[in-house]
């Protein structure tokens, strides 16, 4: 059950929302639960400004006491420019993680809400698009999950998702990465809510 459940979600743009609403406002409208939303636009995984989402956890979680579930998102950002994507380390030691590149800040962030919150670590992707590096990424987060026993809302892969229509996709989506408001409400709010209900059930 979501119901007076507080979850945190990380992310950049597509977190934030159309407008500020995003499945964030949705799950807290819907289901009657507390959601924290930690979302800059333009922002990566990998630690390569001061806004990323390694440096924003490090200096939010301070004040975060109450965490029932952890949600990541799968930044697009990253699948820009030229940064790493970076190797799955054998080692669960955050310290030992190379958080320059995707996978090390995944794996660090993971590592780090672990210890803070004993709490479900969830990973959400985009929709599906052309986009070979991301492709990568959700590769890489799908062994991830082996590793730590996360849990990922994996639209990307997701059949229903894929099977949209055209029509429907025109209005769900403002670009192939941000949904608009109805898509966030009839579209991936609903896999949230499901997906969320499972995890914390």
């Not at 924003?56 to 420019?81: E, H, M, P």
């Not at 790493?84 to 590592?111: C, H, Q, W």
């Not at 929709?127 to 492709?135: D, L, R, S, V």
Request: contains cysteine.
């Amino acid at each position: 059950m979501i119901k007076d459940k507080t979850i945190v979600f990380l992310g950049s743009s597509v977190t934030s929302g159309d407008n500020g609403w995003s499945m964030c406002e949705y799950i807290s409208e819907t289901q009657d639960c507390t959601v924290v939303k930690w979302a800059v636009n333009g922002t990566t995984l990998a630690d390569i400004s001061a806004y990323s989402y390694v440096r924003r956890l490090q200096r939010n979680i301070k004040k975060q006491s109450v965490c029932d579930c952890f949600v990541c998102q799968l930044s697009t950002n990253d699948s820009r420019g030229d940064i790493p994507l970076g190797e799955i380390r054998t080692s669960k030691d955050k310290e030992s993680f190379d958080v320059n590149t995707v996978i090390g800040a995944m794996e660090y962030i993971i590592a780090t809400a672990t210890e803070k919150w004993n709490c479900p670590v969830v990973f959400y992707t985009g929709t599906y698009m052309e986009n070979a590096k991301y492709q990568k990424m959700v590769d890489a987060l799908l062994l991830l999950r082996e590793k730590w026993g996360i849990d990922v809302i994996d639209l990307w892969n997701d059949p229903e998702m894929r099977a949209v229509s055209a029509k429907d996709y025109e209005k769900y989506m403002r670009d192939p990465v941000h949904p608009t408001k109805l898509g966030y409400t009839e579209w991936w709010g609903p896999k949230f809510v499901s997906a969320l209900s499972e995890i914390l059930r």
